[in-house]
């Protein structure tokens, strides 16, 4: 809980602030010192989770002094882009940035135990980066529970249109019905902010009872009355010299003449009694209707209730200054706060040598390649299956010899038993004996006037008689080999043996030959 410990006289450059102080300016002319209490870090130990204690002690050794000094550095950029994320109000952000800028600026501990050096860098006190169970405290502890009052807040500016919080909207800077407010503030107040709040100016109050007498629409003599117990209380006019004048009115007050000052009894009792005066204001109990204040005692209570008017006025602007404050730098504090707990986490999977988003990765990669074996598995299961059912339907070859309208195969092709070679075991065999069976088909083609040249695809030979050549040589060669081929008698011996074919050779074969 945040209190209001003293007030700054003079300069607040020259004040000297402790740890976890900073200054709360209310006016031009009142400043306070708002001081923040370190009890948020003494928790029980029932609310730590052993466990999870173990596991981050374990983490925060892998990490040597150099590297946790890196970790617990962050830059003013990476708070500042948060700070847009989290808080949709346009107020709240701006005093964010404020509060950074005069932390850096003036050297205050009002963060500790966080720091902001001149070089707008984000650090941590050394005896909380060393201690793992305080840094655990600080970052799992109480940084979910300033999470919880951001929720809290950005629930508050759900439906609103200008999306401002309750602190920094135009309603709540008018001062609401007399209730638990100035009594809030008032109970966090030192003894000597007390008095400096109870201490009025002459000339503010003589302001806000010229703005209550128009208000009132009083008339002139009634103007005139109450005045002059104005200038009784301030001490201008002599009390004893006016009729009607009735001291108990002003039980509890004291003016200073020469300062100008007028001093209240700072006891809750008499400061309740002096604000119930002013709630029938507030409360909208009087209308803007003509009043008349006949007397003296009764301009004397005129005048007081415009001084429970000033002073309620006043304890509403330092309760707004104080909620608003606190709640900056409960911002400011946990957004330093969680910056640090992502670098420390950063820093901690850099040393591992793996990050999550890696690891997930890995494991995503992991079960692509458990699909992929599968598939292959099933793919070459498949192929198996079609492999052999390829080998127990029969060739081409095969079927071409087993049929049985066929009767120009060669002999020697089908067994007895009418089934196909054994491949397997003499496939050379097989061969030859397909070659020499082409080789008898281009020559049949030879004796048919068969060229190669012809448009028709025949194994490379044409159907046409016109510019018919004599067969290849290849096949002459391997009818003359068989002793098929009987050249003509007239022709030479050179010609024998060198085996040239032509087409007589053919019509002499005998129908057996032909067959084979």
Known sequence: MARLVAVVKYSDEDYPFEK????????????????????????????????????????????????????????SREVFNALS?????????????????????????????????????????????????????????????????????????????????????????????????????????????????????????????ENYLQKHRFCADCKNKVHRAFNILTGELDFSKVKGY???????????????????????????????RAEP??????????RHAKTIDVAQEEVLTCLGIHLYERLHRIWLKLRAEVQTRQMLFYLGVDALRKSFEVTVEKVRGISRMDQYFKDILEEEKVQELKQEKKRQKKNRK??????????????KSANPSQKN???????????????????NMCAEVTVKNEDLLRSHKVKKGLTPHSNVSDCGYSSSLEGSEPGSQEGSDVACAEGICKHDEAGDDKEEEEGDSCVECWNNCTKDNIKG
């Not at 370190?38 to 730590?48: C, G, R, V």
């Not at 809290?152 to 019905?177: Q, T, W, Y």
């Not at 204001?281 to 003509?290: H, I, K, L, M, V």
Request: charged letters at 25%.
């Open 20 to 75: 976890r102080q900073m200054p709360l300016y209310i006016d031009d002319s009142l400043t306070m010192v708002l001081e923040f209490s370190d009890n948020m870090l003494n928790l029980d130990k029932q609310q730590i989770d052993t466990v999870q204690l173990e596991q981050f002690i374990q983490r925060h050794r892998m990490l040597k002094e150099q590297d946790l000094a890196s970790a617990m550095t962050v830059t």
């Open 85 to 209: 994320q989290l808080l949709p109000c346009v107020g709240c952000r701006r005093c964010v940035e404020r509060l950074f800028s005069q932390v850096m600026q003036t050297g205050i501990q009002a963060l500790d135990p966080l720091s902001v050096g001149a070089n707008g860098v984000l650090t941590l006190s050394h005896g909380f980066m060393t201690d793992a169970t305080k840094l655990y405290t600080l970052f799992y502890m109480c940084g979910s529970k300033m999470n919880n009052e951001l929720d809290a807040i950005a629930k508050n500016k759900k439906g609103k249109k200008n999306n401002r919080c309750k602190f920094h909207s135009l309603d709540v800077r008018k001062p609401k019905p007399v209730g638990g407010h100035w009594m809030d503030v008032w109970e966090v107040m030192s003894p000597e902010c007390r008095d400096e709040v109870a201490l009025i100016d002459s000339n503010c109050l003589l302001e806000t009872l």
């Open 246 to 276: 009735c001291a108990n009115v002003y039980q509890g007050l004291r003016c200073c003449p020469h300062e100008g000052h007028i001093h209240l009894c700072c006891e809750t009792d008499f400061i309740a009694h002096v604000l119930g």
């Open 281 to 290: 204001e507030f409360a909208g109990g009087y209308e803007r209707r003509e």
């Open 386 to 399: 079609k492999n052999k059912s390829s080998c127990d339907l029969p060739t081409p070859l095969e079927t």
């Open 409 to 427: 195969e060669p002999p020697g092709f089908m067994e007895s038993d009418g089934n196909p070679c054994n491949i397997s075991e003499d496939s």
